[in-house]
């Protein structure tokens, strides 16, 4: 309780900073203010995350890459389970692989998400009549909660970031549609499962080999997570959604940078990463290639320009001679 306090208070601080910036250009007072702030929350937490991803997409690789002598071991040893740890442990230790690398940036969010599901519960319990003891620990630096009241108030399509679908009535209370919150929660919960759905589907299709057994249990996961968020989604608080749905944005994006930028062996990504680099090659080859030369066909095809003939000069000794040489008539000759 005491790391999630700390954690609370922590995320309370990051929305206050991104609220105090983007307050310079938009209305304090704006649902919009409060949810892009969350965004701003969803960017430093994914920076800071970014080592760990890093890891996350190496541990998966290796773990595709090492899965065939995995089942080696399970199939040798079927019999003998310490045995088969034993020697699955080798492996891993050989190859520098962590299998619990690839959840590490899933799991370390996990009280991040808690913690912002905290403060959000913390602006719903607020009550202008009773501001300190129906809000402990959100803003607690503020003596008077003035941002807590105004978080409370704010709202996006006429529903509070602190509703959520299954509790939709209890926003009626505070003057909001209960309409307007279910309908915003059911479309935040479809992306949200959407682009859960779609970031795995992305690493098996582009960055998976076909023939990996690895590959079977990532088909799996690709359905129990969205099933997971779809279920789940209906108890979280729009502003959560928000966060779920920002980080799975991001996700996508920086999982396609390093897929396509530094895709795994003998899958169709690395493949289309060989065929951008051959290609680029080739280009540059082109450019620096020198001119051709003109060959025989082309001097025939283009007939050479005439040449103007220069006059020959006339010695003076010459000049009177103007019938055999040509020249001008001398004086006295008719």
Same mark, same amino acid.
């Given at each position: ?54 890891k996350q997409i190496k541990a998966q690789r290796n773990m595709q890459i090492i899965q065939p002598q995995i089942k080696e071991i399970q199939k040798k040893y079927a019999g003998d389970r310490e ?13 520098g692989t962590n299998p619990l690398a690839s959840c590490l940036p899933i799991l370390l969010q996990a009280p991040i998400f808690f913690a912002l599901f905290s403060v959000l519960q913390g602006i ?56 307007? @919150? ?13 682009? @859960? ?127 055999s040489t040509g020249g001008a008539p001398t004086k006295g000759s008719t």
């Amino acid at each position: 309780m005491f790391i999630l306090d700390w954690l609370k208070t922590a995320v309370s601080w990051i929305l206050v900073q991104f609220h105090a910036l983007l307050s310079t250009f938009m209305d304090p007072a704006s649902g919009w203010t409060w949810t892009f702030s969350i965004v701003g929350l969803v960017i430093v937490i994914r920076i800071l995350l970014i080592p760990l991803f890093v890891k996350q997409i190496k541990a998966q690789r290796n773990m595709q890459i090492i899965q065939p002598q995995i089942k080696e071991i399970q199939k040798k040893y079927a019999g003998d389970r310490e045995r088969q740890s034993q020697e699955m442990m080798k492996v891993y230790r050989e190859t520098g692989t962590n299998p619990l690398a690839s959840c590490l940036p899933i799991l370390l969010q996990a009280p991040i998400f808690f913690a912002l599901f905290s403060v959000l519960q913390g602006i719903a319990m607020y009550s202008p009549s009773n501001p300190q003891s129906d809000a402990p620990g959100v803003f607690a630096w503020d003596q008077y909660y003035p941002l807590t009241a105004q978080a409370h108030e704010a709202s996006i399509f006429g529903a509070p970031l602190y509703g959520y679908f299954m509790g939709a009535e209890e926003v009626a209370a505070d003057g909001f549609n209960p309409m307007n @919150t279910r309908i915003l929660s059911l479309i935040l919960i479809i992306l949200m499962t959407a682009t @859960t759905f779609l970031t795995q589907r992305q690493l098996i299709v582009k960055n998976s080999a076909p023939d990996n057994p690895f590959v079977r249990q990532q088909k799996i996961l690709l359905y129990v997570f969205p099933v997971i968020f779809a279920i789940g989604g209906i108890n979280f608080p729009i502003g959560v959604l928000i966060y779920w749905l920002t980080t799975n944005l991001w996700t996508m994006g920086q999982q396609f940078y390093v897929i396509r930028n530094n895709p795994q062996p003998g899958t169709p990504a690395f493949d289309a990463w060989e065929a951008r680099k051959a290609e680029k090659a080739a280009k540059k080859a082109a450019g620096k290639a020198p001119a051709a030369e003109p060959t025989a066909t082309d001097e025939e095809a283009e007939p050479a320009a005439p040449q103007r003939v220069q006059p020959k000069r006339v010695p003076r000794s010459k000049r009177g001679k103007g019938s055999s040489t040509g020249g001008a008539p001398t004086k006295g000759s008719t």
